[in-house]
């Protein structure tokens, strides 16, 4: 009688150099046979050390290094940082320039939600929707250039309000560009909630309760598609937010199906804010003067970014540049719930798991695990590092 060999466990790895990877980082699924049983991931492939060059520059050079910690959000993190150091200043913004910050806002998250969509849609294997969306994506970032002189990072922001206004002519271009991208917007609803072959991929996949995603620490999106009723920019707005609010977008099933849809829907909620932005401009000057030396203190500053709260740290010494600036992005939050959400799953659904969150690495490398010195060999999970007494501090 032969018996059956001992379960062995197998793992493979993905990264960091890898074909399905936009960016670097690497992967460890344990799987029983196709069936994903665990995950560990490692991050810091691309760490540039941006929160230190922060201490060595001016607080005007910090406003254009942090403007690159991600190319996609590019205007939210200068806007945290332009709150925060306003705060400590006793600036106050012109309306005006609070509204164009908010409308540049706007018009980035509508750029980066249609390039997440092209990017997932190429994850499960929909070229022709990531060719689609990424050609309407074209039209924002036109928009985007014809603002700013710009297409990636636009530099609005000034220490004290805009760079730029945005006049009649400007503003009709938007007008027809959110026009132009709503009717692509309906179509694309269609196909994240009716194609077959799609829903395949993402129906039922990755789910995550309310729960859950709050115990997680989940933001932006991910979260608010498993039903967290959660966006700073209703719970604490910032910019012009208070004048022009948005409406909160929210789904419940909590798989990724329901991201796609929030998605969707939060792109929506961009036209129309961006529309009633364009007819209802403040009147008056775009920026403030701004003192050379920042007061000495320190201060918080929390913005919605379009993968979810952004949160920046800012102390000063009362000289021209910071003592210390520290960043908590979304992406960190986020990455606990591919951990989470993915054992249970096939191995073939890991591509749109991770996709899911809308994950940006260069974003993520803000911290580092210390191990000791005879383990550093290991790739370890949260929970080998625990049994030897190490946190995870995000």
Known sequence: ???????????????????????????????????????????????????????????????????????????????????????????????????????????????????????????????????????????????????????????????????????????????????????????????????????????????????????????????????????LRIDSPYAAYTEFPVQIVTASAGDLEARFVVHVNELFESYRVIRVILDNFPPGEIEVRMPRRIPEGETISRVEAPRGELFYFIKSNGTDQPERIKIRTPSLSNWASVSATAPGHKLADMPMILVGIDPCFSCSDRSVSILPHDRQSKLWTWEDLRQYGIEYYR
């Open 1 to 231: 009688m032969i018996q059956n060999p001992k379960p062995q466990k197998f793992i493979v790895p993905i990264g960091p150099q890898h074909p399905a990877l936009k960016e670097p980082g690497h992967f460890e699924f344990t799987v029983d046979g196709e069936i994903v049983t665990s995950v560990a991931i490692r991050l810091g492939y691309v760490h540039r050390g941006i929160e230190k060059a922060a201490e060595e520059r001016n607080y005007v050079q910090d406003l254009y290094l942090l403007e690159r910690v991600c190319g996609i959000c590019s205007h939210i993190h200068a806007t945290a940082y332009a709150l925060g150091v306003e705060k400590l200043a006793g600036i106050t913004v012109p309306p005006r320039a609070q509204a164009i910050r908010e409308l540049v806002a706007e018009l980035e998250r509508v750029h980066s939600h249609l390039l997440w969509l092209g990017v997932a849609a190429h994850e499960a294997g929909f070229d022709t929707l990531f060719m689609y969306s990424w050609r309407d994506r074209e039209t924002v970032m036109d928009i985007l250039e014809r603002l700013s002189g710009n297409r990636v990072n636009y530099s609005a922001n000034v220490l004290g309000g805009v760079k730029f206004n945005v006049d009649a002519a400007q503003a009709d271009a938007i007008r027809r560009g959110m026009d132009f991208l709503e009717e692509r917007t309906h179509h694309y609803y269609n196909i994240v909630t009716a194609e077959e072959t799609f829903l395949r991929r993402t129906r039922g996949v990755g789910t995550m309760s309310a729960d859950q995603a709050e115990a997680l620490g989940t933001l932006g999106p991910t979260a608010r598609a498993s039903g967290v009723q959660r966006d």
